[in-house]
């Protein structure tokens, strides 16, 4: 029994906790807090469930120091790694420390990440830098991610583990950012980012399927092989409009494009309402769309029919739609304690992602199936994301 791994799916949860603190202008830093964070993702068969505490400290007026850690845990079964794995039971620790400097209109981050799961570890560093020019109505932003994560593969089972170590992957990130103050109500901006990565790049847990008479289900596995490069290009641009009646409204596009072939595109459209000094309502509506990779397919004429062959469904063709509400209430705007003031946030997100050439082939199973191999259904699933967490801002 192997236990697949997570990664793709926690992410999506831990990528809230790290984004509770919101982006200040490069002229002044945010202001100090306590957050308590919790989540629960449940959708394709997978539960997970995040667990987060982080502390941002202003020592002056110009540098900070921000802590993080992050657990999440994930239990279930996944649908592209069930012919080799059932139950799913693991765990991911994330440790991060950042740093923040602001000198004249400038402001500097240095940041250092450690994730560690059973079969992977992941060590980040991060630099960015963003100057305000121009009356401060614009601001430019640079920034550079390095990451080196150790892959493995758990050949024992959920409760016993046996992993080897495979390899390594490297990634390296450049961002280039412009913010602009168009008009008193309007904010727009733009973010360009180059994504190298190296290495092991093929998931251990999933597998091709080729044809095979000779099998009762009509197919056998086979090892995935993809190539040891990957880059990618991406390009953001978002605006803002802040509303007569205290309201704004947002909407983005994301275009990406990499070496395998895969051209994506992300379009969000968000709302926010304050009520009363005490509510922040926020809804938002996100729809994402990508191809197939250039060596992915669903089923294989034979083994080896392609020089780079993958299985995987992150790079088939899909699609993603999102709605999502949040709403904020500040239950202590006075203050309490040491505190100055605090806020309670809930945030619900469904999910819904389709396949158009990955096929589900728990389907494919005798006796219940009776098609031919190949036209299995396409896969479908929905998924929920419920959020919450207390922030003390002190």
Do not use: C
């Given at each position: 029994?192997?236990?697949?791994?997570?990664?793709?799916?926690?992410?999506?949860?831990?990528?809230?906790a790290?984004?509770?603190?919101?982006?200040?202008?490069?002229?002044?830093?945010?202001?100090?807090?306590?957050?308590?964070?919790?989540?629960?993702?449940?959708?394709?068969?997978?539960?997970?469930?995040?667990?987060?505490?982080?502390?941002?400290?202003?020592?002056?007026?110009?540098?900070?120091?921000?802590?993080?850690?992050?657990?999440?845990?994930?239990?279930?079964?996944?649908?592209?790694?069930?012919?080799?794995?059932?139950?799913?039971?693991?765990?991911?620790?994330?440790?991060?420390?950042?740093?923040?400097?602001?000198?004249?209109?400038?402001?500097?981050n240095?940041?250092?990440?450690?994730s560690?799961e059973?079969?992977?570890i992941?060590?980040?560093?991060?630099?960015?830098?963003?100057?305000?020019?121009?009356?401060?109505?614009?601001?430019?932003?640079?920034?550079?991610?390095?990451?080196?994560?150790?892959?493995?593969?758990?050949?024992g089972?959920?409760?016993?583990?046996?992993?080897?170590?495979?390899?390594?992957?490297?990634?390296?990130?450049?961002?280039?950012?412009?913010?602009?103050?168009?008009?008193?109500?309007?904010?727009?901006?733009?973010?360009?980012?180059?994504?190298?990565?190296?290495?092991?790049?093929?998931?251990?847990?999933?597998?091709?399927?080729?044809?095979?008479?000779?099998?009762?289900?009509?197919?056998?596995?086979?090892?995935?092989?993809?190539?040891?490069?990957?880059?990618?290009?991406?390009?953001?641009?978002?605006?803002?409009?802040?509303?007569?009646?205290?309201?704004?409204?947002?909407?983005?596009?994301?275009?990406?494009?990499?070496?395998?072939?895969?051209?994506?595109?992300?379009?969000?459209?968000?709302?926010?309402?304050?009520?009363?000094?005490?509510?922040?309502?926020e809804?938002?509506?996100?729809?994402?769309?990508?191809?197939?990779?250039?060596?992915?397919?669903?089923?294989?004429?034979?083994?080896?029919?392609?020089?780079?062959?993958?299985?995987?469904?992150?790079?088939a063709?899909?699609?993603?739609?999102?709605?999502?509400?949040?709403?904020?209430?500040?239950?202590?705007?006075?203050?309490?304690?040491?505190?100055?003031?605090?806020?309670?946030?809930?945030?619900?997100?469904?999910?819904?992602?389709?396949?158009?050439?990955?096929?589900?082939?728990?389907?494919?199973?005798?006796?219940?199936?009776?098609?031919?191999?190949?036209?299995?259904?396409?896969?479908?699933?929905?998924?929920?994301?419920?959020?919450?967490?207390?922030?003390?801002?002190?």
């Amino acid at each position: 029994m192997r236990t697949p791994p997570f990664r793709t799916l926690a992410r999506l949860v831990s990528t809230a906790a790290l984004l509770i603190v919101g982006v200040a202008g490069a002229a002044v830093l945010p202001d100090d807090r306590a957050d308590v964070f919790y989540s629960d993702y449940k959708g394709g068969g997978m539960d997970i469930t995040g667990k987060s505490i982080l502390v941002r400290k202003k020592f002056t007026e110009q540098f900070a120091v921000e802590g993080n850690y992050f657990v999440d845990t994930v239990s279930g079964a996944s649908v592209d790694v069930l012919s080799q794995a059932s139950v799913i039971k693991d765990e991911r620790k994330q440790k991060s420390l950042s740093l923040d400097y602001i000198h004249d209109k400038t402001q500097y981050n240095l940041s250092y990440t450690n994730s560690a799961e059973r079969d992977y570890i992941s060590n980040t560093t991060h630099f960015s830098l963003s100057q305000d020019m121009f009356g401060d109505l614009t601001t430019v932003s640079l920034g550079f991610t390095d990451s080196r994560n150790k892959i493995g593969e758990n050949n024992g089972t959920a409760f016993k583990p046996n992993v080897s170590w495979l390899g390594h992957s490297y990634s390296r990130s450049f961002q280039a950012g412009l913010s602009q103050v168009v008009t008193k109500n309007l904010i727009s901006g733009v973010t360009f980012e180059v994504i190298t990565d190296q290495g092991l790049l093929s998931n251990p847990y999933r597998s091709i399927r080729y044809l095979n008479p000779a099998n009762p289900v009509g197919y056998s596995l086979g090892s995935q092989i993809y190539p040891n490069t990957h880059t990618s290009t991406a390009v953001e641009g978002r605006a803002k409009y802040y509303l007569p009646y205290r309201a704004a409204a947002s909407a983005s596009y994301r275009y990406f494009t990499d070496t395998w072939e895969i051209k994506a595109s992300t379009v969000e459209l968000g709302y926010t309402q304050p009520i009363s000094n005490v509510w922040i309502l926020e809804g938002r509506l996100r729809y994402y769309k990508q191809n197939r990779a250039s060596f992915y397919a669903d089923l294989f004429p034979f083994a080896g029919s392609q020089n780079f062959e993958a299985r995987d469904q992150n790079l088939a063709a899909s699609t993603n739609t999102t709605v999502g509400i949040k709403a904020t209430w500040a239950f202590r705007p006075d203050g309490w304690w040491i505190f100055k003031r605090s806020t309670l946030t809930g945030d619900v997100s469904r999910m819904r992602f389709k396949y158009s050439d990955f096929r589900n082939i728990r389907d494919n199973q005798p006796p219940t199936y009776k098609g031919p191999v190949g036209d299995e259904p396409l896969y479908t699933f929905d998924a929920t994301v419920y959020q919450i967490y207390v922030s003390m801002f002190f």
